[in-house]
């Protein structure tokens, strides 16, 4: 009689039964990581608006635009940028997540006085903020 050799059928399901239990776990940690990721892009780009606006009214003591419009972005992929119509004494800048980039509902501001808000549509976990930018699900100012 010839002894047969490999895996039986309950050792393979054991071990499929142990990699799904983990992707369970790790999968949504690794897409709250990507988001994180993603976040730093608003809130460089909102800081890097907010001292182009600065420079601007320094040299014009306006923050009405001309040209160069110091409201323009370039080069930006998960979030729409909007600085609306600054008046001489204020401004409002706002990055809106694209949903198909994974950043859907979520809304950072920043203003002439530096004041920065974080909202957040339909994200559970992630808490809105009126006096900084949150950069990860569960974190507060």
């Known amino acids: 009689m010839r002894r047969q050799s490999g895996f039986t059928l309950i050792e393979l399901m054991v071990v499929v039964a142990v990699i799904a239990i983990l992707g369970a776990i790790a999968m949504p940690s690794y897409q709250d990581y ?37 409201t323009t972005v370039a080069g930006t992929r998960y979030f729409t940028y909007d600085c609306g119509t600054p008046t001489a004494t204020a401004y409002t800048c706002t990055a809106t997540g694209i949903a198909n980039q994974g950043t859907g509902g979520m809304v950072y501001t920043i203003n002439q006085d530096n004041t920065k808000t974080s909202t957040f549509t339909g994200l559970s976990g992630w808490n809105n903020s009126t006096t900084c930018w949150i950069g990860k699900k569960g974190d507060s100012c």
């Open 34 to 70: 990507v988001r994180r990721g993603k976040v730093a892009e608003a809130t460089s780009t909102l800081a890097e608006l907010r001292l182009k606006a600065e420079k601007w009214f320094s040299d014009n003591r306006t923050y009405v635009t001309g040209t160069p419009n110091w």
